[in-house]
């Protein structure tokens, strides 16, 4: 399944790295917070620590794709257990320095008064932490029909995505919940693993040249409405529709309506395209300065892998606006007569 939020650790202060935090503004102090523990935001927050960034994590523990027994598609890491990944990815943030903070991000407000850009991290249990940047990685959330059996097997035997979960359900009867207008993509989509695809229709309205594409692919198509799925112990043996008709399948992919977890965002003022998502550019960064995207809260396609490449070009594009404005401020006192030393020299101070 698609990603972006992971588990939960503690962690307090700012630790690691010759980044500068923003200190002297009440609460743990920080180069960088990133939102979200999946890989997206763990990704983030590992370049950026090992860029000698002071970096802390907070995650509320409610990854999307938990239901979920493997990742698929992440080379080097296929078929790994989603919290495995995560367990890995922490040890990695937290042996560079990197902070991981167990709790909820209740707002993240702007230090309006500032030249450059910090922001005020609140946490649902009082904390307060103090960031020169942030990275939100909260994901979406996965809105389902309301169908018997649905909910429940929900990362098993009921999918969302032929490319995650395909492979698994190869050569099997497998199904299509006409919920959506995905439904009739990932009907001709499946028939790259199996010759045995049935689209239910559930009151799906089919264009005339939708029908052909599925006639022609082989997918056939069922009318009525699907009342609940029929399960036998622990597995998926058919779907029942109106009437007591029951079509033997043991996969069923079923495409959601997708929801990004994106307040956060939207409450500092970040632009949404007219699709709904917000607006980034190709490394993330949002319409509000300093503020950064990653995974499935601005791209709803992005698997576990896009994710933390996505997290990945965050960072680079974090610390190198870091850089900038250091440079600028150390520019700036240089010609004031001020005295500056070379990072080199500060990372070994910090040491």
Do not use: K
Not at 50 to 57: K, M, N
Not at 148 to 170: I, M, N, S, T
């Amino acid at each position: 399944m698609n990603d972006d939020s992971g588990t939960t650790g503690n962690g307090s202060g700012g630790s690691g790295g010759a980044g500068g935090g923003a200190e002297g503004l009440g609460g743990a102090a920080y180069d960088v917070v990133v939102v979200g523990g999946g890989a997206g935001g763990l990704s983030a927050a590992l370049v950026l620590a090992r860029s000698r960034r002071t970096v802390a994590v907070v995650d509320s523990g409610s990854p999307r794709n938990a239901p979920s027994a493997h990742v698929h598609g992440f080379l080097s890491r296929d078929g790994q257990a989603p919290s495995e990944l995560i367990r890995a990815g922490r040890a990695e943030v937290a042996g560079y320095g990197g902070d991981l903070i167990d709790g909820r991000v209740r707002s993240i407000e702007g230090r309006v008064r500032s030249a450059e850009p910090g922001f005020t991290v609140r946490l649902a249990d009082g904390r307060t932490l103090r960031a020169r940047r942030v990275v939100v990685a909260t994901g979406l959330r996965d809105e389902l029909p309301g169908i018997p059996g649905v909910r429940e097997r929900w990362g098993r035997d009921v999918l969302h995505c032929p490319y995650c979960h395909g492979y698994e359900a190869r050569d099997q009867p497998v199904g299509v919940l006409g919920s959506a207008p995905g439904a009739v993509h990932q009907a001709l989509l499946l028939g790259q693993w199996s010759h045995d695809v049935v689209l239910f229709r559930h009151g799906l309205a089919l264009s005339a040249e939708e029908a052909e594409q599925l006639a022609a692919r082989g997918v056939h198509i069922v009318d009525g409405d699907v009342e609940r799925l029929v399960m036998a112990g622990n597995r998926l043996e058919g779907v029942a529709l109106t009437g007591d008709r029951v079509v033997p399948r043991r996969a069923v992919f079923v495409p959601p309506r997708m929801v990004p977890a994106d307040g956060l965002l939207t409450d500092l003022g970040c632009e949404r395209d007219g699709s709904g998502w917000v607006v980034t550019d190709a490394s993330g960064l949002t319409s509000v300065a300093g503020v950064w995207a990653a995974g499935n809260v601005a791209d709803p396609m992005a698997a576990v892998v896009n994710a933390a490449a996505g997290g990945a070009s965050a960072a680079i594009a974090v610390n190198r606006g870091l850089v900038e404005e250091e440079v600028a401020r150390a520019v700036a006192d240089r010609r004031a007569g001020g005295r500056t030393r070379a990072p080199a020299a500060d990372a070994a101070a910090a040491s």
